[in-house]
């Protein structure tokens, strides 16, 4: 059943008050946000701080996981070419140090979208300033050539979210969780370089059991950086919220996520893959 009242540790309000234009830059450069898409709610805080994470390729997923708000659509609009353009505008208007790109999973293009991931690293590479980059990825339906086409495009890091244990992909039911391991073992192949990154949310039914096996799955995998934060049930037509994750709980997933060989761990309710994103760059600094 629904756990419907939420713990002290869990009530961020979300105020834009203090959004200091970040919302209105990106709506006049005509770029989504996994920030608003997915309704994340850490939007406030990181719009505030002049942050966001793009999201490329359209707001239309032609995948219908459980537990995301992103609009699902089997036929979504056509790639904008000009899209790579804007994102890296955005960039430098927003003077990142640091930039996050994902999209929605477009199982309707040959190539799963590596291509315009690929334009738009090369477009945020011909500012010329030193920004590093992120891109968390779909799983490409597991195609190879999309996955060593991004890869070896060298964004500082390359993410993939395998979202929950293997038990629970029914709440994903167009993903599979080997091939989201091989989408990251294979990164690290094509570029033995790439820092590799995934995340979970937990509070979707999981056991403790069955999160260390997934840690240690993607050690398996060589993942060096982990995110692990509270699953919010961000609508009443999506999955229910089965249990509220303690802090104590994440504290303790994330010692043994370290003692395992992460080389870094953001662990605690309000995590997301990309929420404090510029942090597991700086532990190898």
């Known amino acids: 059943m629904t756990i419907e009242r939420k713990p002290a540790w869990l009530r961020k309000k979300i105020v834009f008050s203090r959004e200091h234009g970040t919302k209105s830059l990106l709506t006049n450069l005509r770029l989504n946000t996994v ?20 999201l490329i390729m359209g707001k239309n997923c032609t995948r219908g996981c459980a537990f995301c708000h992103v609009t699902k659509d089997r036929t979504p609009e056509p790639l904008d070419p000009m899209e790579p353009q804007r994102v890296a505008e955005a960039v430098r208007q927003m003077k990142l140090k640091h930039a996050v790109i994902t999209s929605v999973t477009r199982d ?35 195609n190879l050539q999309s996955v060593r086409a991004v890869s070896e495009s060298s964004p500082d890091i390359f993410g993939h979210n395998i979202e929950t244990v293997p038990r629970l992909y029914r709440l994903r039911p167009q993903a599979d969780y080997k091939r989201s391991l091989e989408v990251l073992k294979n990164a690290k192949a094509f570029n033995p370089v790439l820092l590799t990154k995934s995340a ?15 840690l240690k799955d993607l050690r398996q995998a060589e993942c060096d950086f982990l ?7 961000p609508d009443k037509i999506n999955a229910e919220v089965k249990e509220y994750v ?3 709980a994440f504290k303790k997933y994330e010692e043994t996520g370290l003692a395992l060989g992460f080389l870094h761990i953001e662990s605690g309710p309000y ?15």
Request: net charge negative; glycine share 12%.
């Open 227 to 233: 995110a692990l934060g509270q699953y919010l049930r």
């Open 35 to 54: 920030c608003e898409e997915a309704r994340c709610p850490n939007i406030s805080e990181c719009y505030c701080q002049g942050h966001a994470t793009f």
């Open 200 to 214: 979970l949310l937990l509070g979707m039914g999981e056991t403790e059991e069955e999160v260390i096996q997934c």
């Open 108 to 142: 309707d293009l040959p190539d799963g979208g590596a291509g315009h991931f690929c334009r738009v690293i090369g477009e945020i590479r011909g500012l010329g300033a030193k920004v590093t980059m992120e891109t968390l990825v779909p799983d490409f339906q597991g």
């Open 271 to 285: 995590v997301r893959s990309s929420y404090n994103a510029s942090s597991y760059l700086d532990c190898r600094r």
């Open 246 to 248: 303690t802090p104590a």
